[in-house]
């Protein structure tokens, strides 16, 4: 989910916020709900959903603070930045040697679960930037924030209401006389209620009645239509949409079209980061089957990392014995029919600059396709 921001973040330059409808006082602390769901709670607090932003500290943040480690030089002479941790707090500090001017500011929200990397946030005046400096943890090097140009001390990004709505529960804007401020009531991470809606009443009624085990006044995605299912899924995972109402409105239930514009056109290929849904269907396993819906492979309580495991849910419809070549592929049909059939693909709408060349990150494309090249080559490397 880090690089959902990141996107985002590009993709609305220098808009302020808005109002945000329907505010979050609506929902409640996920304590009421680890009471009756323990196990479920406490696997669900493990994924990287709920751990897509969090509060700033030495257990969160993934950086290296550590001497030599904690640099990122840049393209232009004497430009570059330090991270570094003081007493409890961590800080970035832009310095540009030839123009003499420095600028530190405390890294206060980490944005991403760390599985790719994670960006950090800063306060002022009541309002969230971005920090110039994000961290990639699978090579473990500091970076340009992706929408930062490289040798340039800069630190006004501004955070919008959308961006957090794919990486926190609930953000509140509180009025001011000049600017629309967030206030200091908010849940970060994407908790329960973002799934299932308001717990209150489900709260209030079940403790009345603790004997009816039928979930009552809450959304459950399993008796949903596929369209709500895949709403709720869709809010954070349908790309770069233009808002129709404010961010924050949507809830569980809601049609989606409702809050955020149409997708793009037929034509245009959706970006592999952060439009899964429009990808998916595109496939044509989930053209031809009416039930199929994003939970038909992903148990958004658990963490599922290993691709294999996903095979069965592919072979409920697909007999691995009649695919083409099945006799000479063998076993290996249902270790990386995923791999061949959801292959990973250079992201375009994420551009990493760094001090030498522009970069870009691959996600794993959910568009169910046939992939002659893609397949080959899995075949090759595992011979």
């Not at 001390?153 to 953000?171: G, K, M, Y």
């Not at 290993?306 to 049909?333: E, N």
């Amino acid at each position: 989910m880090w690089p959902l921001l990141l996107s985002l973040v590009a993709a609305w330059p220098g808009r302020g916020p808005g109002p945000v409808h329907r505010p979050a006082s609506g929902f409640v602390a996920p304590i009421p709900c680890r009471s009756c769901h323990q196990s479920i709670v406490d696997s669900y607090a493990q994924t990287a959903h709920q751990r897509t932003s969090t509060q700033a500290g030495k257990s969160t943040i993934l950086g290296d603070f550590s001497p030599g480690h904690n640099l990122l030089r840049t393209r232009s002479p004497g430009v570059g930045f330090t991270m570094e941790r003081r007493a409890d707090a961590f800080y970035q500090t832009g310095r540009d040697s030839v123009a003499g001017g420095t600028r530190t500011e405390r890294i206060d929200l980490v944005v991403g679960s760390g599985r790719r990397g994670q960006s950090f946030l800063y306060w002022r005046n009541g309002l969230l930037f971005e920090l110039p400096v994000s961290y990639l943890t699978g090579v473990r090097q500091w970076i340009n924030s992706p929408g930062y140009i490289d040798g340039q001390v800069d630190f006004n990004r501004l955070i919008e209401p959308r961006c957090l709505e794919c990486h926190a529960t609930s953000f509140t804007l509180a009025p001011d006389r000049r600017v629309r401020r967030y206030s200091e009531t908010y849940q970060l991470g994407v908790g329960c209620q973002r799934c299932h809606g308001d717990a209150r009443k489900h709260i209030a009624y079940h403790v009345a009645h603790p004997d009816d085990t039928t979930g009552q006044f809450i959304f459950n995605p399993a008796t949903a239509t596929r369209n709500r299912q895949v709403d709720v899924c869709a809010i954070c995972h349908s790309g770069a949409r233009d808002e129709k109402r404010p961010a924050f409105s949507f809830r569980p239930g809601d049609s989606l079209d409702a809050f955020l514009s149409p997708e793009a056109g037929k034509d245009v290929v959706p970006d592999v980061h952060g439009n899964q849904v429009a990808l998916l269907r595109r496939s044509k396993c989930f053209q031809s089957s009416p039930a199929m819906s994003c939970s038909t492979c992903h148990d958004v309580h658990l963490t599922q990392r290993d691709v294999a495991a996903f095979v069965p849910h592919c072979q409920q419809c697909h007999d691995a014995t009649q695919h083409p070549g099945a006799d000479s592929i063998g076993a290996r049909l249902t270790v990386y029919c995923i791999d061949c059939h959801m292959p990973n693909r250079r992201s375009n709408a994420i551009r990493i600059n760094t001090s030498r060349s522009q970069a870009s990150l691959y996600f794993r494309s959910h568009e169910i396709a046939v992939y002659p090249d893609v397949a080959a080559q899995v075949l090759r490397a595992h011979p």
